[in-house]
């Protein structure tokens, strides 16, 4: 299995249990909140942390991993795009889970929430730009 598909998947088991964690401390409400606001958790990031953090990741890896061969000498396609995808998916989820809460909380939090898209539209473009020639009927 490929380096870049082994973090992507061990990335996306952690996502995943942060956000188990997150989705029961909302359901109990037992959780600090963020000072100012009723919050917890906002809810948009936890739907983020399930659906860019466990999935996207999980199916980025697993998409670099089985997809065929681009070339012999190059199998999985570009190693840096792959490496810029992952970074930027991430990076960009981190930025979102202190963003999103200092926003809420009235502390600014916007420019990070744009940084985040950003970088998360960045990882997704280098995914796509690595992963399309591998597309490709038999």
């Known amino acids: 299995m490929p380096l870049t598909t082994r973090w992507f998947v061990r990335s996306a088991l952690a996502w995943m249990l942060l956000a188990l964690a997150g989705g029961v401390l909302l359901a109990t409400g037992v959780a600090p909140r963020i000072p100012g606001t009723d919050v917890?958790?906002?809810?948009?990031?936890?739907?983020?942390?399930?659906?860019?953090g466990w999935l996207s990741n999980l199916i980025f890896g697993v998409a670099l991993w089985l997809f065929p061969r681009y070339t012999a000498e190059q199998p999985r396609g570009s190693d840096a795009l792959g490496w810029a995808s992952y970074a930027g998916l991430n990076a960009g989820l981190l930025l979102r889970l202190i963003g999103e809460p200092a926003q809420?909380?009235?502390?600014?939090?916007?420019?990070?929430?744009?940084?985040?898209a950003g970088?998360?539209?960045?990882?997704?473009?280098?995914?796509?730009?690595?992963?399309?020639?591998?597309?490709?009927?038999?």
């Open 40 to 52: 917890v958790l906002p809810y948009p990031t936890y739907i983020h942390l399930v659906t860019v």
């Open 104 to 116: 809420l909380a009235g502390a600014g939090g916007r420019t990070l929430l744009l940084l985040s």
């Open 119 to 138: 970088l998360q539209l960045l990882g997704g473009w280098a995914f796509v730009l690595n992963i399309w020639p591998r597309v490709k009927a038999k």
